[in-house]
């Protein structure tokens, strides 16, 4: 897919959550393989688990074999472990924090645009110390009509406020489910090397660019290179 072009300086930043502002793919992966034993389902390689953090469960647990009528079991077994935890497995990866203090300062708006339940994400930002700098957070959320990640870039864009053109925009994130549910709505992706993606993933998917530090990312969107 081709690349959109990436608006220097943007309006406003979307962040994904997991592998993208926090390392928490360690936790997630952990909970799922308990989950999915509980349910008495057979636990895949880590590099398969690996795999489904980012997207939804809905998109994510069918690649490991979970059927659509075990789906509903296994995501109340990962919830019932998971969500207590999530906030103290959700640790900002090194630099991140002050990356957004940097774009903050220089007049970019900022919201994170996720597949996590909404209700979780924002209690993870709440509690943690993104709460510093972002305060806008959309996520999955069937009774709003949210399931994929770009209905979580559509809400973000919503509601940083009706006059944000989307083309003035940017996502950053670590899965081609960014890249695409971005794309959706004419906004342009920045992939970052620390994440979950397989090598050529973001590339293949019509990333912008990809980067390797989160000050590179600074860098890129505000033009310091």
Known sequence: MAALTLPVP????????D???????DGIIAHLAMALEAVG?????????RACVGPSWEQGLPHIGVSAEAMPAVRAAYRLTYDDAAPSLAVPFPG???ALAELTDAGVALAVAT????YLAARIVAEGPLAT????????DPDAGRYTKADSVRGALERLGP??????????GDRHHDVTGAAAHGVATV?????CAEPGELEDAGAAAVVATPADLVALLLDRG
């Open 10 to 17: 943007p309006a406003a930043v979307l962040l994904d959550l």
């Open 19 to 25: 592998g993208t502002l926090c390392d928490s793919a």
């Open 41 to 49: 389902l057979p636990i895949p390689d880590p590099a398969a688990l």
């Open 96 to 98: 991140m924090l002050d």
């Open 115 to 118: 597949s996590k339940p909404e």
């Open 133 to 140: 700098v972002v305060d806008v957070v959309v996520g999955w």
């Open 163 to 172: 006059d944000l053109d989307p083309a003035t925009a940017a996502m950053v």
């Open 191 to 195: 992939g970052v090397a620390w994440g």
